[in-house]
T-cell receptor
Framework: GAGVSQSPSNKVTEKGKDVELRCDPI?????LYWYRQSLGQGLEFLIYFQGNSAPDKSGLPSDRFSAERTGGSVSTLTIQRTQQEDSAVYLC????????????FGQGTRLTVV | GEDVEQSLFLSVREGDSSVINCTYT??????LYWYKQEPGAGLQLLTYIFSNMDMKQDQRLTVLLNKKDKHLSLRIADTQTGDSAIYFC???????????FGAGTTVTVRA
């Protein structure tokens, strides 16, 4: 596609529910990243995919967070049993490959846990 | 590890130049980026520079790099109201994939 697309753009969920956030990277980009932007924490790295593999999951804040990528394209970030501290903007980015060129970001999903 | 620092706020008059400053710490060959975030939007890549360069110009944007002091600046000429946004400085080592971001500088353009 023309750019990185994320859905939904906004999500309000009740504490304790599970949510899925979706990212469609730029076509042909093999590298995909998830970042989280929250007040007071700035932009935090969550996870990196090269193709369908996730060699670096070091930024996932707890075992309630997981992500997968299928077909080397779409990625889903899942948060189980959401907590209020999970409220943030979740940003996805893609690039041509590891360390190859600049990363382009999507518009983000604003998650609010009530 | 990397540690990117920026001043948090900048107020500038419309038509003047804006200068946003950033310091970084990675001493290896590094890419340095400027991203813009408008309210409610994602990050837009504005420009980037490799650490073996001193300067890069792209229309109203000029990036200056002082390698000795590890200081990066973004100058926006003829600042317009549409330039009001948060500007993030980020660095990435050339052999890495992870971006390390500064806290962002909120630029407010006043008439």
């Amino acid at each position: 596609g023309a750019g990185v697309s994320q859905s939904p753009s906004n999500k309000v969920t009740e504490k304790g529910k599970d949510v899925e956030l979706r990212c469609d990277p730029i076509s042909g980009h093999t590298a995909l990243y998830w970042y989280r932007q929250s007040l007071g924490q700035g932009l935090e790295f969550l996870i990196y995919f090269q193709g369908n593999s996730a060699p670096d999951k070091s930024g996932l804040p707890s075992d309630r967070f997981s992500a997968e990528r299928t077909g080397g394209s779409v990625s889903t970030l899942t948060i189980q049993r959401t907590q209020q501290e999970d409220s943030a903007v979740y940003l996805c980015a893609s690039s041509l490959g590891q360390g190859a060129g600049e990363a382009f970001f999507g518009q983000g999903t604003r998650l609010t846990v009530v | 590890g990397e540690d990117v620092e920026q001043s948090l706020f900048l107020s500038v008059r419309e038509g003047d130049s804006s200068v946003i400053n950033c310091t970084y710490t990675d001493s290896s060959s590094t890419y340095l980026y400027w991203y813009k975030q408008e309210p409610g939007a994602g990050l837009q890549l504005l420009t980037y520079i490799f650490s073996n360069m001193d300067m890069k110009q792209d229309q109203r944007l000029t990036v200056l790099l002082n390698k000795k002091d590890k200081h990066l600046s973004l100058r926006i000429a003829d600042t317009q109201t549409g330039d009001s946004a948060i500007y993030f400085c980020a660095e990435r080592a050339s052999n890495d994939y992870k971006l390390s971001f500064g806290a962002g500088t909120t630029v407010t353009v006043r008439a």
